[in-house]
């Protein structure tokens, strides 16, 4: 069974950094691209960025590049977002979530397992 | 960057009707490569559909997607309560991808 645990999540002023993390399980973790989504209290779903399986090649949603670093251990099986310069804007229940094996080589973030989230909250 | 936008908003019905589910991309989206999900309060998102048409593992069959291009369809056959929940569209062609902004589908 596919499992995501997403830990790291809390309280932070303007400015600060936080560093997220998600335990995969259930899965041959260096198989799969992983992602982060987010979703805004009450709001709708923000791809944030997504790392390959061997961690070679990343994208980042514009409203997070330079300031939020994905990574991955793939010995650990974790996944990682750090989050610098953080802004109100950040405040947000982050998702880690798992590229679908039907997202070939030429797609992007087909998500089929998603873990219950990290909320992050922004403020001073 | 492809904009999807979702209508409507909001759909009001009852426990067995049908419910159809458009999300109109901002430019062609290339194989069809649109997904949606189904979100109820609470919980994380669920894929149910992918490759536009293509239901993802244990979804139900009154579930059905549809289209091409810039229009999408999702339907439910005959509404369960279960069913009752927010649903998001997402293009996944780009190394950006996008959701639409949802639509509720609230028990009237």
């Known amino acids: 069974e596919v499992q995501l645990l997403e830990s790291g999540g809390g309280l932070v002023q303007p400015g600060g950094s936080l560093r997220l993390s998600c335990a995969a399980s259930g899965f041959t973790f260096t198989s799969y691209s992983m992602g982060w989504v987010r979703q805004a209290p009450g709001k709708g779903l923000e791809w944030v960025s997504l790392?390959?399986?061997?961690?070679?090649?990343?994208y980042y949603a514009d409203s997070v590049k330079g300031r939020f670093t994905i990574s991955r251990d793939n010995s650990k099986n974790t996944l990682y977002l750090q989050m610098n310069s953080l802004r109100a804007e950040d405040t947000a229940l982050y998702y880690c979530?798992?590229?679908?094996?039907?997202?070939?080589?030429?797609?992007?973030?087909?998500?089929?397992?998603w873990g219950q989230g990290t909320l992050v909250t922004v403020s001073s | 960057e492809i904009v999807l936008t979702q209508s409507p908003g909001t759909l009001s019905l009852s426990p067995g009707e049908r419910a159809t589910l458009s999300c109109r991309a901002s430019?062609?989206?290339?194989?069809?490569?649109l997904a949606w999900y189904q979100q109820k309060p609470g919980q994380a998102p669920r894929l149910l559909i992918y490759g536009a048409s293509s239901r993802a593992t244990g979804i139900p069959d009154r579930f059905s997607g549809s289209g091409s291009g810039t229009d999408f369809t999702l339907s439910i056959s005959r509404l369960e309560p279960e069913d009752f929940a927010v649903y998001y569209c997402?293009?996944?062609?780009?190394?950006?991808?996008?959701f639409g902004q949802g639509t509720k589908v609230e028990i009237e």
């Open positions: 430019q062609s989206v290339r194989s069809s490569y």
């Open positions: 979530a798992k590229e679908s094996a039907s997202c070939g080589g030429d797609c992007y973030a087909l998500l089929d397992y």
């Open positions: 790392i390959s399986g061997r961690g070679t090649t990343i």
């Open positions: 997402q293009q996944y062609v780009s190394s950006a991808p996008t």
